[in-house]
């Protein structure tokens, strides 16, 4: 049974979301899709084909977590099942953020290996467990694909490192998750500023 209060929270706050991602070029025309975790069973997520500036709440669907619609005849975003996959293998996870940052995907596109290493930005310490500008933070790196299992497949294999906190599909975008929307948003913002800045530096050497 899906609490009702809940869900219109989530709702809420993932319309509000969306407003403020679009009017930071994060989202591009019907780009990204957003969730929030419900329960154990269940998470809130966007309708796909909706544009995620100009979201209302009836664009926020429940589904399970390998994206069966509960209650609804609309159909998720396709990348839905990458949702449910975080909630599955991230217990803590409350949230999770598919944008198409600018630099993230010009980032992908130019690293050829299945990382991209972060280090010596303050910035980093926004995520949970790092304290140092020192540390060498992760983004892995995984090919695109239409086929949603299998790119699932994937992405599991790559965030198996339970210290991982985002991924990039190459030319695609950025998947980043949090325990709760708004520290996921400020991730989002976070990497948003850090892949800029290694764009830049990779483009000065």
Same mark, same amino acid.
């Given at each position: 049974?899906?609490?009702?209060?809940?869900?219109?929270?989530?709702? !809420?706050?993932?319309?509000?979301? +969306?407003?403020?991602?679009?009017?930071? !070029?994060?989202?591009?025309?019907?780009?990204?899709?957003?969730?929030?975790?419900?329960?154990?069973?269940?998470?809130?997520?966007?309708?796909?084909?909706?544009?995620?500036?100009?979201?209302?709440?009836?664009?926020?669907?429940?589904?399970?977590? #390998?994206?069966?619609?509960?209650?609804?005849?609309?159909?998720?975003?396709?990348?839905?099942?990458?949702?449910?996959?975080? %909630?599955?293998?991230?217990?803590?996870?409350?949230?999770?953020?598919?944008?198409? &940052?600018?630099?993230?995907?010009?980032?992908?596109?130019? #690293?050829?290996?299945?990382?991209?290493?972060?280090?010596?930005?303050?910035?980093?310490?926004?995520?949970?467990?790092?304290?140092?500008?020192?540390? !060498?933070?992760?983004?892995?790196?995984?090919?695109?694909?239409?086929?949603?299992?299998?790119?699932?497949? @994937?992405? @599991? !294999?790559?965030?198996?490192? +339970?210290? &991982?906190?985002? %991924?990039?599909?190459?030319?695609?975008?950025?998947?980043?998750?949090?325990?709760?929307?708004?520290?996921?948003?400020?991730?989002? @913002?976070?990497?948003?500023?850090?892949?800029?800045?290694?764009?830049?530096?990779?483009?000065?050497?």
């Amino acid at each position: 049974m899906i609490d009702l209060p809940t869900l219109a929270t989530a709702q !809420q706050a993932l319309v509000k979301a +969306g407003r403020t991602l679009h009017q930071a !070029q994060q989202v591009p025309a019907s780009g990204g899709n957003f969730s929030v975790r419900l329960d154990r069973s269940h998470m809130a997520v966007t309708v796909s084909g909706r544009h995620k500036g100009h979201l209302s709440v009836g664009d926020i669907m429940v589904t399970d977590l #390998e994206a069966t619609p509960v209650g609804s005849d609309l159909k998720p975003s396709d990348e839905a099942l990458l949702h449910g996959q975080i %909630y599955r293998l991230r217990e803590g996870a409350g949230a999770v953020l598919h944008t198409h &940052c600018r630099a993230a995907t010009a980032l992908s596109m130019l #690293e050829s290996g299945d990382n991209i290493i972060l280090s010596g930005y303050e910035l980093l310490k926004v995520f949970d467990g790092v304290s140092t500008h020192l540390t !060498q933070f992760h983004v892995p790196v995984v090919d695109n694909s239409q086929d949603i299992p299998a790119l699932a497949a @994937e992405v @599991e !294999q790559a965030v198996s490192d +339970g210290a &991982c906190h985002a %991924y990039l599909i190459r030319g695609h975008g950025l998947y980043t998750w949090a325990g709760d929307l708004q520290a996921c948003l400020n991730q989002v @913002e976070a990497l948003s500023v850090l892949f800029d800045c290694e764009l830049t530096l990779r483009q000065c050497r």
